[in-house]
């Protein structure tokens, strides 16, 4: 019995620890970005396109997924104010410019996998534009879908929030445990004119549904309450 009870003490202790010893997603940038994009620009002007994907996924996986996210205050589209912390739930973040076209395929897809897992994760899309854009763009995305927007002209906002626009640029996908734990940063998919629409809805759908699953496996081994993935 004392044994078990050592056990149990040890590995609460062992996980506050490594917990405690997390970097925040702003430190892990602060202290690797630099060097990705020394190599990345070096890797442009060789016209290496496969190895800046390389670097990126490498920065991605080695750096930054298991960083926590810092805390970052933006609004919603009825300009009310809202949080990261505000989210009990594990999170998938998209980030997106108003002026930009998203991929076709695309609002379809999330849709179905918000009706779909609206109740176990928070599907968040944050856009870089005044809020008459934002409205107009999110309109038909569904009720299980957050929209919130950050407007650049007022100026206020935190680092995190310029690190999420200039540091890895646009448009991104982070999956965030309800600890705020970095699961993956992956690059949204790019818009191809000539490719099927429905082509596309697939290839959106297996992108964000592969993320989904991830980021639920791993927000079960931190929750007694089980979570069904389809």
Same mark, same amino acid.
């Given at each position: 019995?004392?044994?078990?009870?050592?056990?149990l003490?040890?590995?609460?202790?062992?996980?506050?620890?490594?917990?405690?010893?997390q970097m925040?997603?702003?430190?892990?940038?602060?202290?690797?970005?630099?060097?990705?994009?020394?190599?990345?620009?070096?890797?442009?002007?060789?016209?290496?396109?496969?190895?800046?994907?390389?670097?990126?996924? =490498?920065?991605?996986? !080695?750096?930054?997924?298991?960083? %926590?996210?810092?805390?970052?205050? /933006? @609004?919603?589209?009825? $300009?009310? +104010?809202k949080?990261?912390?505000?989210?009990?739930?594990?999170?998938?973040?998209?980030?997106?410019?108003?002026?930009?076209?998203?991929?076709?395929?695309?609002?379809?897809?999330?849709?179905?996998?918000a =009706?779909?897992?609206? !109740?176990?994760?928070?599907?968040? %899309?944050?856009?870089?534009?005044? /809020? @008459?854009?934002?409205? $107009?763009? +999110?309109?038909?995305?569904?009720?299980?879908?957050?929209?919130?927007?950050?407007?650049?002209?007022?100026?206020?906002?935190?680092?995190?929030?310029?690190n999420?626009?200039h540091?890895?640029?646009?448009?991104?996908?982070?999956?965030?445990?309800?600890?705020?734990?970095?699961?993956?940063?992956?690059?949204?998919?790019?818009?191809?004119?000539?490719?099927?629409?429905?082509?596309s809805?697939?290839?959106?759908?297996?992108?964000?549904?592969?993320?989904?699953?991830?980021?639920?496996?791993?927000?079960?081994?931190?929750?007694?309450?089980p979570?069904?993935?389809?």
């Amino acid at each position: 019995m004392r044994k078990l009870l050592f056990l149990l003490v040890f590995t609460a202790i062992s996980n506050l620890t490594a917990q405690n010893s997390q970097m925040f997603f702003s430190e892990a940038l602060d202290a690797h970005l630099p060097s990705y994009l020394l190599q990345a620009e070096e890797a442009i002007r060789n016209l290496e396109q496969d190895k800046v994907k390389v670097l990126f996924d =490498n920065l991605v996986e !080695d750096k930054l997924v298991g960083s %926590l996210m810092n805390n970052f205050k /933006v @609004k919603t589209t009825s $300009k009310k +104010s809202k949080s990261l912390a505000d989210y009990n739930k594990p999170v998938m973040l998209l980030t997106y410019s108003s002026w930009r076209i998203s991929s076709k395929g695309e609002q379809a897809a999330l849709n179905e996998l918000a =009706n779909q897992y609206g !109740d176990d994760v928070a599907i968040v %899309l944050l856009f870089w534009g005044d /809020v @008459k854009q934002v409205k $107009k763009l +999110s309109k038909d995305y569904d009720r299980n879908i957050d929209i919130l927007y950050v407007d650049d002209s007022e100026n206020n906002y935190s680092l995190v929030i310029k690190n999420l626009k200039h540091s890895l640029g646009l448009p991104l996908a982070y999956t965030i445990t309800s600890d705020k734990e970095i699961i993956d940063i992956k690059r949204r998919l790019s818009n191809k004119l000539s490719q099927d629409e429905a082509l596309s809805n697939t290839n959106n759908f297996e992108l964000y549904k592969g993320m989904l699953t991830e980021l639920l496996y791993n927000q079960q081994l931190l929750s007694d309450d089980p979570i069904v993935i389809n």
